[in-house]
């Protein structure tokens, strides 16, 4: 009485977890498009998006921290500034606790004009949380945190390798 085993199932078990893994891929390449798309129409690269997007956030910084927080290296980031600063975007300013160093800052057109282009899409997500409980949003805001942490990880060994 010979029998075959059975087949093993290799398919993903059907999760709540795994559906959001399998979701977000998708999200990740659309906004990777979308930044794409707007730095095009800025007349920058990605990377240089980036960075205005870094200097929004963090306000005035170096150059050095500035291609820390891109992955560029010195002659690359200089590139990049150059580039933000021809396409009004930045502009360099004197330490005023250091006369030695340079900042480099956002200007308020650049950073306009970046907004101008996420102004729909932020309503449109404002729009959409508003469907969220509290609890919810937490848990969401949570996630976005640990995922953010996570990629940013990976993304510094895959760097370093």
């Not at 993903?12 to 999200?27: F, G, H, K, S, Y």
């Not at 291609?67 to 930045?90: E, F, N, P």
């Not at 330490?95 to 800052?105: F, S």
């Not at 950073?111 to 309503?123: M, P």
Request: a negative charge.
């Amino acid at each position: 009485m010979d029998s075959d085993p059975a087949p093993i199932d290799t398919a993903p078990i059907d999760t709540a977890a795994n559906r959001v893994l399998a979701a977000l891929p998708d999200w990740g390449n659309v906004t990777s498009q979308l930044n794409a798309e707007i730095a095009k129409r800025m007349g920058v690269t990605l990377s240089d998006l980036d960075a205005l997007h870094t200097l929004n956030k963090l306000g005035p910084a170096t150059a050095a921290t500035l291609a820390t927080h891109v992955g560029l290296t010195s002659g690359s980031v200089s590139r990049m500034i150059d580039r933000l600063d021809d396409a009004g975007c930045v502009n360099r300013v004197q330490d005023p606790h250091d006369r030695r160093r340079v900042l480099i800052e956002p200007t308020a057109e650049g950073l306009t004009r970046l907004q101008a282009y996420y102004t729909e899409l932020a309503a449109c997500t404002r729009d959409d949380l508003a469907d969220f409980t509290d609890t919810e949003l937490a848990a969401v805001l949570r996630f976005i945190h640990m995922v953010s942490e996570n990629t940013t990880t990976t993304l510094a060994l895959l760097r370093k390798a």
